[in-house]
């Protein structure tokens, strides 16, 4: 039985590729205006996890209902619609690489806003540009922007469709320690001014830490553990304790 | 085999794919002209080049030849029946799937890589539609008209060259030159040079759409929509060249 303010429920999510699987038995809910982070290591299946929520994967057995409405029985064109209510963030960021700012951050305005002006248009890339603190790089290619800049921007792309769910992947993977805490404060306002739920996808404990309303501990395709950033971390569970560890060190 | 009949089938799906998308709205016409643009205009200095050249080369290896007859004077319509029927077409499509072609398979199979056709999906636009459709539309219109162009430059170097040997004026050149060529064709030269700019779209696209493992898929993805979009040219050349001779003329 799914919460009755839950944006996102899993129930019994299985991923295989071939003979590994991936997802075994995943249940989650999100709730609505709550962040919540799924740590894991590397190959744990954090970023297939995504994927499926954002339809992008298909599940190979489970439910997964997105604003209420199941993923697996949607049309192409009710999956379009239902998708321009998420948000996703790439880890690589995923900026268009022939267009400039400007032409990434209006691309899914025009095609989803039929409607809107010219005006309208450039008055909306205008505020997401000053929501991500970067209304300087307008006309930049995304070859000419830091890596911190192309996070940004990716965030933006998606902010300007105003969406009810964010997806991040990876947020702070590749990023200086100073850039990262930049993108946590990010993810934070975009929960406060958007007024946003979001899945983080992170390995990096700080992040999860300052982002997370919630936590949940993904290990070989089911979760180990999820509460509050220190009700996780006080398991004795080895697999958390190593991982918290490892975490530890190398930030140290 | 097992492999092979899968590409296959996978290719079949990809083109079934295309005429369901392109046919059906919302069109993008914006991108669509883009690719016109990209395709079209960017190629043209080399059409122009490589064009003149084959008029040129192809009117000095013919003169020995015919000089050995004392038919020189059938040089202008040797040389337009060649052009027109086989080289311009055929090698304006071996010059775009070198040049659009892995440009084309590079590309997507980069965007791919780099999850800038997810980032599409997500953002609920229809990549497929906006990449795919676009380019494979773009090269099957734009590769008649380079074809015809590049049989005008042929044509206008094997003038200057008849010009500068047999002192052969204009009018008289290309009165000789077309006097060989019928409606016909002009039309199997638009109609292959169109079946050669789907097939270079198609392959182009299709082996950027399933490029994976990294910059490695990225290569092999424009060297494979090089080499087998050239090898098909070949095939469909010498299928078309066949029904036209056995049900048309």
């Not at chain 1, 997964?64 to 963030?89: M, P, Y």
């Not at chain 2, 190629?43 to 040129?56: A, D, H, Q, W």
């Amino acid at each position: 039985m799914e919460p009755s303010n839950a944006v996102i429920s899993l129930r019994n999510v299985h991923k295989s590729f071939g003979k590994q699987d991936v997802l075994k038995g995943v249940d989650l809910d999100v709730l609505k205006g709550e962040n919540v982070v799924v740590l894991g290591r590397s190959g744990s299946g954090k970023s297939v996890l995504i994927k499926i929520i954002a339809g992008l994967l298909k599940p190979d057995k489970g439910s997964v209902h997105v604003l209420g409405e199941e993923i697996d029985c949607l049309r192409t064109r009710e999956l379009r619609a239902l998708r321009s209510k998420l948000g996703f963030s790439f880890q690589n960021s995923a900026l268009y690489d022939g267009m400039n700012v400007r032409a990434n951050l209006e691309f899914p305005l025009v095609r989803n806003r039929r409607d809107l002006t010219r005006k309208e248009i450039d008055e909306a890339v205008t505020k997401v540009l000053d929501d991500v603190g970067l209304s300087q790089t307008v006309d930049q290619m995304p070859a000419q922007l830091s890596g911190g800049q192309k996070k940004r921007i990716g965030i933006a792309r998606t902010l300007i469709l105003k969406p009810e769910i964010m997806l991040y992947d990876e947020p702070t993977a590749g990023l200086d320690p100073v850039t990262s805490v930049d993108i946590n404060d990010l993810i934070k306002e975009v929960q406060q001014l958007y007024n946003t739920s979001a899945v983080i996808i992170t390995h990096d404990l700080t992040c999860a830490r300052f982002t997370g309303d919630r936590v949940v501990m993904l290990s070989e395709g089911r979760f180990l553990r999820q509460g509050s950033f220190g009700e996780v971390f006080k398991s004795e569970d080895p697999k958390i304790r190593s991982f918290y560890n490892y975490n530890f060190i190398e930030n140290t | 085999m097992r492999v092979f009949f899968l590409r296959i089938y996978d290719i079949t799906q990809f083109i079934g794919r295309f005429f369901k998308e392109a046919f059906v709205p919302p069109y993008e016409y914006k991108e669509v002209l883009n690719q016109f643009f990209e395709i079209g205009i960017r190629s043209l200095s080399i059409i122009t080049l490589t064009g003149f050249i084959t008029g040129v080369v192809f009117t000095k290896q013919s003169r020995s030849s015919l000089a050995g007859f004392g038919a020189t004077a059938w040089l202008p319509s040797l040389i337009a029946l060649a052009i027109i029927r086989a080289l311009a077409p055929l090698v304006t499509a071996l010059i775009v799937a070198g040049k659009v072609g892995s440009n084309i398979g590079a590309e997507l199979g980069s965007m791919k890589v780099t999850e800038q056709i997810d980032a599409m999906e997500v953002s609920s636009t229809n990549p497929f539609k906006f990449l795919v459709v676009s380019r494979i539309l773009a090269t099957t219109c734009i590769v008649p008209v380079l074809a015809i162009y590049m049989g005008f430059m042929g044509m206008m170097g094997a003038f200057l060259n008849v010009y500068r040997n047999e002192q052969t004026g204009i009018t008289l050149f290309f009165q000789q030159a077309f006097s060989r060529i019928d409606f016909l064709d002009i039309y199997v030269l638009v109609l292959k040079s169109a079946v050669y700019g789907f097939t270079i779209g198609v392959t182009g696209c299709f082996s950027g759409y399933q490029a994976e493992h990294g910059t490695v898929g990225v290569g092999k993805a424009a060297n494979t929509s090089v080499v087998v979009s050239m090898f098909l040219i070949f095939v469909e050349e010498m299928i078309i060249v066949s029904l036209v001779n056995n049900y048309l003329k």
